[in-house]
């Protein structure tokens, strides 16, 4: 048996053993047994497909739990855009827009959005429009906690400066579209991510 066939064989050993430990971590963060299992069973393959990131000595609890609650939280960004909407609660809740210019000030942020270099635009979209935390957006990204926290302050100093000169470049895309186009623009980082 080669060194590498008994790491891989170690490896698939120990994270057979921490099943119940990230079933009941899915279930405990879900409050359902059936969802936290599938929540489990999806870490499981994340952590399978990503086992070369993986540094043997290091705690494979602690990252297996990672990813689980990294899945958890993704699956809950994407969910509050594609869950059933109650008609009765939608009355209850929903507020007509007083701002007639909201559309407009969306596009422009959008535009402005586009003057970052691309680096900054996107550590500020993710965090920003897609509510991820810093330590994601350094995963999803590759770049180190502070690179990712720096990017972000540069960029909020930047669109503060492109604001106050009103140097906003134009395009052609219509105002209604802004927020699909920033959601796109969320959803092509995820992807490029994954």
Same mark, same amino acid.
């Given at each position: 048996?080669t060194?590498q066939?008994s790491?891989? =064989?170690?490896?698939?050993?120990?994270?057979v053993? $921490?099943?119940?430990?990230?079933?009941?971590?899915?279930?405990? $963060? =879900?409050?359902?047994?059936?969802?936290?299992?599938?929540?489990?069973?999806?870490?499981?393959?994340k952590?399978l497909a990503?086992?070369?990131?993986?540094?043997?000595?290091?705690?494979?609890k602690?990252? =297996?739990?990672?990813?689980?609650?990294?899945?958890?939280?993704?699956?809950?960004?994407?969910?509050?855009?594609?869950?059933?909407?109650?008609? *009765?609660?939608?009355?209850r809740?929903l507020?007509?827009?007083?701002?007639p210019?909201?559309?407009?000030? $969306?596009?422009?942020m959008? &535009?402005?959005?586009?003057?970052l270099p !691309?680096d900054? &635009?996107?550590? $500020?979209i993710?965090?920003?429009?897609?509510?991820?935390?810093?330590?994601?957006?350094?995963?999803v990204?590759?770049?180190?906690?502070?690179?990712?926290?720096?990017?972000?302050?540069r960029?909020?100093d930047?669109?503060?400066?492109i604001f106050?000169?009103?140097?906003?470049d *134009?395009?052609?895309?219509?105002?209604? !579209?802004?927020?699909?186009?920033?959601?796109q623009?969320?959803?092509?980082?995820?992807?490029?991510?994954?």
């Amino acid at each position: 048996m080669t060194n590498q066939t008994s790491a891989q =064989t170690a490896f698939e050993r120990e994270l057979v053993s $921490l099943i119940p430990h990230l079933r009941a971590f899915g279930r405990s $963060l =879900t409050g359902n047994a059936s969802h936290g299992d599938d929540l489990a069973q999806d870490a499981l393959a994340k952590a399978l497909a990503s086992r070369a990131s993986f540094q043997p000595g290091t705690n494979m609890k602690a990252w =297996t739990f990672m990813i689980l609650r990294n899945v958890f939280y993704s699956e809950k960004r994407r969910s509050w855009r594609s869950c059933a909407l109650d008609p *009765e609660v939608a009355e209850r809740t929903l507020v007509s827009n007083s701002n007639p210019t909201a559309a407009l000030e $969306l596009d422009e942020m959008r &535009r402005a959005l586009d003057m970052l270099p !691309a680096d900054q &635009r996107e550590a $500020l979209i993710l965090i920003g429009a897609a509510g991820m935390s810093y330590e994601e957006v350094a995963e999803v990204t590759g770049a180190a906690l502070g690179t990712i926290k720096s990017r972000v302050s540069r960029a909020r100093d930047r669109l503060a400066l492109i604001f106050a000169e009103g140097k906003i470049d *134009e395009d052609e895309m219509p105002a209604h !579209a802004a927020m699909a186009a920033i959601f796109q623009r969320i959803d092509d980082y995820r992807a490029r991510a994954a």
